[in-house]
């Protein structure tokens, strides 16, 4: 019953590394998204893709790229982590038609991964 | 611009009580879509429901209940007899159909959330 797979649940690195954070979903959807949750400030939203390649800037795409090269998989990447990229990120897809025959679904949600940058 | 307010930051109540969460929101759409989900300590988000713009019907899903009024702009969430289960941030959400930026129409708006605290 397994919709959306993010690659890990923790992950420790260090700053200046590039971290990959992948995100996988078995739902044939054309959206996906990445978050970023942190206390007091809610969901934020980095990146989106509403197609194979494409990509739109979120709020907070500052220090962050993304990458869809496959329908079901969208990976966030930190260029360069730092210590303020320690948060929880969020993986979702989800579809929504506009135009005749809309259709719609709820966004599903990966299990999240905690990332700390030390 | 659209925006959602969930104004009680943290909720605690002893279990049966009932309690309800408030979610007001912002748009200039005539089409969107009103979401709650729910966040337990384990992480993942939890779809809980979704409701069109032009459904203004209640719903209720056992404990769970839904208050939506667009003259007001709220989709409240109300837990009946709560219980140390029901413990978890709750979050508020709309998305938009905007047919001239098909952008819009795929991202959801968020609320920051109601941390709700059931106590035995």
């Known amino acids: 019953d397994v919709k959306v797979t993010q690659s890990s649940r923790y992950l420790v690195k260090r700053t200046g590394e590039k971290v990959f954070l992948e995100c996988v979903q078995d739902m044939d959807h054309e959206n996906m998204f990445w978050y970023r949750q942190d206390p007091g400030l809610g969901l934020r939203l980095i990146y989106f893709?509403?197609?194979?390649?494409?990509?739109e800037k979120g709020d907070i795409p500052e220090g962050y790229s993304v990458s869809r090269e496959k329908k079901e998989r969208f990976s966030l990447i930190l260029e360069s982590a730092s210590t303020n990229q320690t948060s929880m990120y969020l993986c979702?897809?989800?579809?929504?038609?506009?135009?005749?025959?809309?259709?719609?679904?709820?966004?599903?949600f990966g299990q999240g991964t905690r990332l700390t940058v030390v | 611009a659209q925006k959602v307010t969930q104004a009680q930051t943290e909720i605690s109540v002893v279990e049966k009580e009932d309690v309800t969460l408030d979610c007001v929101y912002e748009?200039?759409?005539?089409?969107?879509?009103l979401f709650w989900y729910k966040q337990p300590p384990s992480g993942e988000l939890v779809f809980l429901i979704r409701?069109?713009?032009?459904d203004e019907q209640n719903e209720i899903s056992g404990r769970y209940s839904w208050n939506f009024q667009k003259s007001t702009s709220s989709f409240n969430f109300t837990i009946t007899a709560s219980q140390v289960v029901d413990s978890a941030v709750y979050f508020c959400a709309l998305s938009g159909l905007d047919r001239l930026n098909a952008g819009n129409n795929r991202k959801l708006i968020w609320g920051l959330g109601t941390s709700l605290a059931v106590n035995p």
């Open positions: 748009t200039r759409d005539t089409t969107y879509y």
């Open positions: 979702a897809s989800w579809t929504l038609y506009t135009g005749q025959g809309a259709i719609d679904t709820e966004a599903f």
């Open positions: 409701r069109n713009s032009f």
């Open positions: 893709s509403y197609d194979v390649k494409m990509k």
